[in-house]
């Protein structure tokens, strides 16, 4: 059974950084898609970041230039780096691991960190 443990949450003033990070355990291959969702009160899930094993990075428009995904493959972890944080980034931060053709039975969650931006 995979399981998807994330860390390094917190309240941190606007302009600040932080540092998620989620450790995967249980998978069958690290040939899979590492990411980082958000949902911030009263709105919907929302794509932030992804990671290929082969180390090919996408971002959501609101975060480019600002976060940096990166992960270690031997380790099975993902990181995601937050800089310049607004307060608009606040929101409860998913790790995700799916397989790369999106099959349905090879996608799985953390149970979400909080990041709070305070302005």
């Known amino acids: 059974q995979v399981h998807l443990v994330e860390s390094g949450g917190g309240l941190v003033q606007a302009g600040g950084s932080l540092r998620l990070s989620c450790a995967a355990s249980?998978?069958?291959?690290?040939?899979?898609?590492m990411g980082w969702y958000r949902q911030a009160p009263g709105k919907e899930r929302e794509f932030v970041a992804r990671?290929?094993?082969?180390?090919?990075?996408r971002y959501a428009d609101s975060v480019e230039g600002r976060f940096t995904i990166s992960r270690n493959n031997a380790k099975n972890t993902v990181a995601l780096q937050m800089d310049s944080l607004k307060p608009e980034d606040t929101a409860l931060y998913f790790c995700?691991?799916?397989?790369?053709?999106?099959?349905?039975?090879?996608?799985?969650w953390g149970q979400g960190i909080q990041v709070t931006v305070s302005s």
């Open positions: 249980g998978t069958t291959t690290t040939n899979h898609i």
């Open positions: 995700n691991v799916r397989a790369r053709n999106w099959d349905p039975d090879y996608n799985f």
């Open positions: 990671i290929t094993s082969g180390g090919t990075e």
